[in-house]
């Protein structure tokens, strides 16, 4: 056995996505991934996903050139090579979203995201190896099956007349009917039981009628609310005060952890982020605070599948709880977080997964949700198989581009309907 890196190949691809709103604008019709190959020296393979844009790109590039040599069973070195090969925060500052409302605004968070690219294709190729499936690689399952909530988008029938794109089925959904609609698709198509709206986009009252359009439609089914920090601190509080007991939890209702901390000390409503905890860094702030009682993890900008476990951890520890946030990804991703999901002792919530709304994949077969839940799988690795000929199309888009999807940029695609629009600055409302 030699687990030597020997070759590691970097794909930016680009995908199609639907016209999702939020608070930032509208998703691109396509939207930038990056697959990351890792080689051993017995010849086997390993497969990671992460994001794509040419700011993680610039950082990959040098990053695989240092792998090679090393061992796949190096994994805390590759933080090391993620320190050799960062860039300064005010560069990645200027690359970064206005607004700043997603997860990745600084140079930490971006070579961290990098990292776990790179961390799932070792445990992959490690897992392949051994014959080992990942989860036993992080100390092995506690499930055999991860439970996903269904992601419910304000959308578009169609993106922008004009706009190169792929056709979906999902229809449009900018009303409470829509919504619910749009939930008996999710249901019936992947039997999903729990729901989250994707937030901030309408005035916060009639997001409180889709709520409880929700509610009533599915009675008994966790909901929850995600305005991605839209709301001030009293928008946040008249809200869970109307609907508070309709959800599970309400997710960055307000931007920050100071705005969170008040939004807690005013309610029972339970407030989740993927917003104000993203390092470590973060938590001890927002955890004496008492700002969040769940955090939701991303594998990606938390720097792969072990900080998840340790972040997890730390949550168990003051009794906070965990579970996963998503954005945009393949199956490559969700494979990966559900074998660290199912590892996680205290993961007492449904985790996010963007998954249904990617049409397309880099896989040989999709990965599939039973009753709302993705089997752990138990063959070597992550138990997925990269298709070359799928790679190499979506590749081939991202080389056809202009450069101008190669960046996820929501409020650019949003001014294409709406000329004009900017990112608004929170709370909007
Ligand atoms: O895909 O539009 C989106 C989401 O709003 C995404 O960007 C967020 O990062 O899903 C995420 C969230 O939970 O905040
Ligand atoms: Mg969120």
Redesign the pocket.
């Given at each position: 056995m030699n687990p030597t890196i020997t070759d590691v190949r970097l794909t930016p691809i680009l995908i199609a996505d639907p016209p999702?709103l939020?608070t930032q604008g509208v998703?691109q019709p396509y939207t930038p991934r990056l697959i990351v190959e890792v080689e051993t020296a017995d010849g086997i393979t390993g497969v990671g996903e992460t994001y794509g844009d040419t700011k993680y790109l610039e950082l990959a590039r040098p990053f695989a050139e240092k792998l090679k040599g090393r061992q796949v069973t190096d994994l805390n070195g590759l933080f090391t090579i993620a320190d050799e090969v960062s860039v300064a925060d005010d560069r990645v500052s200027a690359q970064v979203d206005v607004g700043g409302l997603?997860?990745v605004q600084t140079a930490e968070k971006l070579r961290l995201s990098v990292v776990s690219g790179f961390e799932v294709a070792c445990l992959d190729a490690l897992g392949r190896t051994l014959g080992l499936p990942v989860h036993a690689l992080l100390g092995g399952k506690l499930r055999d099956a991860v439970e996903y909530s269904a992601y419910l988008f304000y959308k578009w029938a169609d993106h922008p007349v004009g706009v190169a794109c792929e056709k979906d089925d999902w229809g449009a959904a900018i009303d409470p009917a829509g919504v619910v609609e749009q939930a008996r698709k999710f249901k019936e198509r992947y039997g999903f039981t729990s729901f989250k709206l994707?937030g901030g986009v309408f005035p916060p009252e009639e997001e409180i009628a889709a709520v409880r359009a929700l509610a009533e439609a599915f009675p008994g089914h966790p909901l929850r609310l995600?305005p991605?920090g839209a709301w001030s601190v009293a928008t946040s509080l008249k809200v869970a005060q109307e609907v508070g007991d309709l959800l599970e939890y309400l997710?960055?209702p307000a931007l920050g952890t100071p705005a969170m901390a008040e939004v807690s000390a005013g309610t029972d409503v339970p407030l989740a982020t993927?917003?104000c905890v993203t390092t470590f860094a973060e938590i001890k702030e927002a955890f004496t605070k008492d700002a969040v009682q769940v955090v939701?993890s991303d594998h990606h900008y938390w720097g792969g599948l072990r900080n998840t476990q340790q972040l997890a951890a730390v949550c168990r520890t003051f009794g906070v709880g965990v579970s996963m946030?998503?954005?945009?990804h393949l199956g490559i991703s969700l494979a990966a977080m559900t074998h660290v999901a199912s590892t996680v002792p205290n993961l007492h919530h449904a985790c996010?997964s963007?998954y249904p709304w990617q049409s397309e994949d880099v896989l040989t077969e999709r990965l599939t949700f039973d009753d709302g839940k993705v089997a752990v799988s138990d063959a070597p690795g992550l138990g997925v198989q990269l298709d070359h000929d799928k790679l190499r199309l979506l590749h081939q888009r991202w080389l056809d581009d202009d450069g101008s999807l190669r960046e996820r940029d929501?409020a650019a695609a949003m001014r294409i309907a709406e000329p004009g629009w900017q990112t608004p600055s929170v709370p909007r409302w």
């Amino acid at each position: 056995m030699n687990p030597t890196i020997t070759d590691v190949r970097l794909t930016p691809i680009l995908i199609a996505d639907p016209p999702l709103l939020n608070t930032q604008g509208v998703h691109q019709p396509y939207t930038p991934r990056l697959i990351v190959e890792v080689e051993t020296a017995d010849g086997i393979t390993g497969v990671g996903e992460t994001y794509g844009d040419t700011k993680y790109l610039e950082l990959a590039r040098p990053f695989a050139e240092k792998l090679k040599g090393r061992q796949v069973t190096d994994l805390n070195g590759l933080f090391t090579i993620a320190d050799e090969v960062s860039v300064a925060d005010d560069r990645v500052s200027a690359q970064v979203d206005v607004g700043g409302l997603r997860g990745v605004q600084t140079a930490e968070k971006l070579r961290l995201s990098v990292v776990s690219g790179f961390e799932v294709a070792c445990l992959d190729a490690l897992g392949r190896t051994l014959g080992l499936p990942v989860h036993a690689l992080l100390g092995g399952k506690l499930r055999d099956a991860v439970e996903y909530s269904a992601y419910l988008f304000y959308k578009w029938a169609d993106h922008p007349v004009g706009v190169a794109c792929e056709k979906d089925d999902w229809g449009a959904a900018i009303d409470p009917a829509g919504v619910v609609e749009q939930a008996r698709k999710f249901k019936e198509r992947y039997g999903f039981t729990s729901f989250k709206l994707k937030g901030g986009v309408f005035p916060p009252e009639e997001e409180i009628a889709a709520v409880r359009a929700l509610a009533e439609a599915f009675p008994g089914h966790p909901l929850r609310l995600d305005p991605n920090g839209a709301w001030s601190v009293a928008t946040s509080l008249k809200v869970a005060q109307e609907v508070g007991d309709l959800l599970e939890y309400l997710e960055d209702p307000a931007l920050g952890t100071p705005a969170m901390a008040e939004v807690s000390a005013g309610t029972d409503v339970p407030l989740a982020t993927n917003m104000c905890v993203t390092t470590f860094a973060e938590i001890k702030e927002a955890f004496t605070k008492d700002a969040v009682q769940v955090v939701l993890s991303d594998h990606h900008y938390w720097g792969g599948l072990r900080n998840t476990q340790q972040l997890a951890a730390v949550c168990r520890t003051f009794g906070v709880g965990v579970s996963m946030h998503s954005n945009t990804h393949l199956g490559i991703s969700l494979a990966a977080m559900t074998h660290v999901a199912s590892t996680v002792p205290n993961l007492h919530h449904a985790c996010d997964s963007h998954y249904p709304w990617q049409s397309e994949d880099v896989l040989t077969e999709r990965l599939t949700f039973d009753d709302g839940k993705v089997a752990v799988s138990d063959a070597p690795g992550l138990g997925v198989q990269l298709d070359h000929d799928k790679l190499r199309l979506l590749h081939q888009r991202w080389l056809d581009d202009d450069g101008s999807l190669r960046e996820r940029d929501d409020a650019a695609a949003m001014r294409i309907a709406e000329p004009g629009w900017q990112t608004p600055s929170v709370p909007r409302w």
